[in-house]
């Protein structure tokens, strides 16, 4: 029984996929404050994708238009946030991250270098562990949760930083193991509907579903306000709302499954701008 549903789920979900562009073959050009942002780039050679192409790309003009003014675009209200937390003491030590770090600015090419391997933890590390640590050896102050409204706010002022940067993720020496991992996650077929990223991000990519186009998946965008829940979306809720959507029991945020996920899809995207902060469905 378990079987013929699973057939038959999957069965709707191709019916459900269409053809339609998702976009003018000229009509990818991004600009925020007169400043160009690359939606396209070269893959690395050997890579999966015979192009790269910005989540933006694949969005209506009405929510691409969102994104190209920061006064029009509505993450920036969560920006203003982490600039009032950046500020804000907090915890044991009487300190505020700006007591360490005068100007948020010195954080400018960080974003696009994560997740990376942190020589003196032994381990592969996001942006979110980063801000945690200094929180609790730094400022004597509680951890964030990984996926609250407190740690989106950080890491998209942190990731703003770096706008217009290229993802430049490293793959090998001692994140060589995660990436495998990672990669095997990514092309694993899992849940009711037994499906993997792949079929959907790499397979169908620009094929229409449920009133939408289906992207690249890539994460160069993240931190993004997503339109459907209007708050600010970070990197492992959407893998956990992906996993959700094809019946599969999710990673927990944090964890290093989906830590060797996030390595793995942001090297898919090595080349392209980072946008954070984005404006997607």
């Given at each position: 029984m378990?079987?013929?549903l699973?057939?038959?789920?999957?069965?709707?979900?191709?019916?459900?996929l269409?053809?339609?562009?998702?976009?003018?073959?000229?009509?990818?050009?991004?600009?925020?404050?007169?400043?160009?942002?690359s939606t396209?780039?070269?893959?690395?050679?050997?890579?999966?994708?015979?192009?790269?192409?910005?989540?933006?790309?694949?969005?209506?003009?009405?929510?691409?238009?969102?994104?190209?003014?920061?006064?029009?675009?509505?993450?920036?209200?969560?920006?203003?946030?982490?600039?009032?937390?950046?500020?804000?003491v907090?915890?044991?030590?009487?300190?505020?991250?700006?007591?360490?770090?005068?100007?948020?600015?010195?954080?400018?090419?960080?974003?696009?270098?994560?997740?990376?391997?942190?020589?003196?933890?032994?381990?592969?590390?996001?942006?979110?562990?980063?801000?945690?640590?200094?929180?609790?050896?730094?400022?004597?102050?509680?951890?964030w949760?990984?996926?609250?409204?407190?740690?989106?706010?950080?890491?998209?002022?942190i990731?703003?930083?770096?706008?217009?940067?290229?993802?430049?993720?490293?793959?090998?020496?001692?994140?060589?193991e995660a990436?495998?991992?990672?990669?095997?996650?990514?092309?694993?077929?899992?849940?009711?509907?037994d499906?993997?990223?792949?079929?959907?991000?790499?397979?169908?990519?620009?094929?229409?579903?449920?009133?939408?186009?289906?992207?690249?998946?890539?994460?160069?965008?993240?931190?993004?306000?997503?339109?459907?829940?209007?708050?600010?979306?970070?990197?492992?809720?959407?893998?956990?709302?992906?996993?959700?959507?094809?019946?599969?029991?999710?990673?927990?945020?944090?964890?290093a499954e989906?830590?060797?996920?996030?390595?793995?899809?942001?090297?898919?995207?090595?080349?392209?701008?980072v946008?954070?902060?984005?404006?997607?469905?």
């Open positions: 378990k079987k013929l699973s057939t038959v789920a999957c069965g709707l979900v191709a019916m459900s269409g053809q339609a562009a998702f976009a003018d073959a000229d009509d990818h050009k991004l600009s925020v404050d007169g400043v160009a942002i396209d780039a070269k893959p690395m050679e050997g890579g999966p994708l015979d192009e790269l192409i910005s989540g933006w790309r694949f969005r209506s003009k009405e929510t691409q238009s969102l994104q190209t003014d920061d006064f029009d675009n509505p993450s920036f209200v969560f920006v203003e946030d982490g600039e009032a937390l950046f500020a804000a907090d915890g044991s030590e009487g300190k505020s991250c700006s007591n360490c770090h005068e100007d948020v600015a010195e954080f400018a090419g960080l974003r696009p270098t994560l997740p990376r391997w942190n020589e003196a933890k032994g381990k592969l590390y996001s942006m979110e562990q980063y801000i945690n640590d200094c929180r609790v050896d730094r400022m004597g102050a509680d951890k949760k990984w996926t609250g409204s407190n740690m989106t706010a950080m890491t998209s002022l990731s703003l930083q770096s706008r217009g940067m290229p993802i430049s993720v490293a793959t090998d020496g001692p994140v060589a990436y495998e991992q990672g990669k095997e996650i990514f092309y694993t077929r899992v849940g009711q509907l499906m993997a990223c792949a079929n959907c991000h790499e397979d169908n990519y620009g094929a229409y579903i449920r009133a939408d186009h289906l992207s690249q998946g890539q994460i160069n965008g993240f931190p993004t306000y997503r339109l459907k829940n209007a708050k600010m979306n970070s990197i492992h809720a959407r893998f956990k709302g992906c996993m959700k959507n094809i019946r599969a029991e999710p990673y927990k945020p944090g964890s989906f830590q060797a996920l996030e390595l793995y899809v942001a090297s898919r995207g090595n080349g392209l701008s946008e954070s902060p984005s404006v997607r469905n």
